[in-house]
């Protein structure tokens, strides 16, 4: 954040970069004119990735965006965990992250691949809360399309379903039984198998 920072950084993205990424909170790179427009400036070609927590307008436009946050709001959450329970559980790991991530990496490319044959670069602008929304894909289809059309009112809500699939059986772990233990009593650590039956082959 000292001048000589930002002059190193903006010698650095309009003499020698060919992409720039920045995740901030919307209007930071503007205080210190390290913006796409005052890059492009300089570099026409440049190609500048901004990823935020819930897009560049918009009601939620200056907070921050963490991926816990955001899986709660748009419903990742919602979904995830055994059927019976009513506690909203999280993915292992980062999810919304790595696929925003993801995502960044095909529009990056794609705009790096358009900057080299043109010569001219472009803005790529992501957000966690737009790939939570596109990640919920069937769940999310199912929730907009099940609805009354004289009512407008939904007749069917997401459910968890634990490791199992809604419209795939047997998609999911079993608990097992063993030889040692016919009646599957054993305080120890219980054993599961995964199955996944996808087709007939």
């Avoid at 965990?81 to 992250?97: F, L, Q, Y």
């Avoid at 705009?111 to 069937?138: C, D, F, I, P, W």
Wanted: hydrophobic fraction near 35%; proline fraction near 5%.
């Amino acid at each position: 954040k000292t001048p000589q920072g930002r002059d190193l950084c903006y010698r650095l993205a309009t003499e020698w970069a060919d992409v720039v990424v920045e995740n901030f909170k919307v209007d930071t790179m503007e205080r210190y004119g390290l913006d796409y427009s005052s890059l492009a400036k300089e570099n026409p070609g440049l190609v500048y990735c901004s990823i935020t927590g819930f897009g560049s307008t918009g009601p939620l436009r200056d907070q921050p965006g963490y991926d816990v946050i955001v899986s709660g709001m748009y419903g990742l959450m919602s979904i995830t965990g055994e059927e019976e329970s009513e506690v909203p559980v999280k993915v292992g790991v980062a999810i919304t992250d790595l696929m925003t991530g993801s995502l960044a990496h095909g529009g990056i490319l794609a705009a790096l691949y358009q900057s080299h044959a043109t010569g001219k670069g472009q803005r790529v602008e992501l957000s966690l809360m737009e790939t939570q929304l596109a990640s919920l894909a069937n769940i999310a289809a199912s929730a907009l399309n099940t609805t009354t059309t004289t009512t407008n009112e939904k007749t069917t809500n997401p459910k968890r379903w634990g490791t199992a699939h809604e419209s795939i059986v047997p998609y999911q772990a079993f608990r097992c039984k063993s030889e040692n233990n016919p009646n599957d009593d054993d305080p120890g650590e219980p054993q599961y198998i995964v199955i996944g039956a996808g087709n007939d082959v």
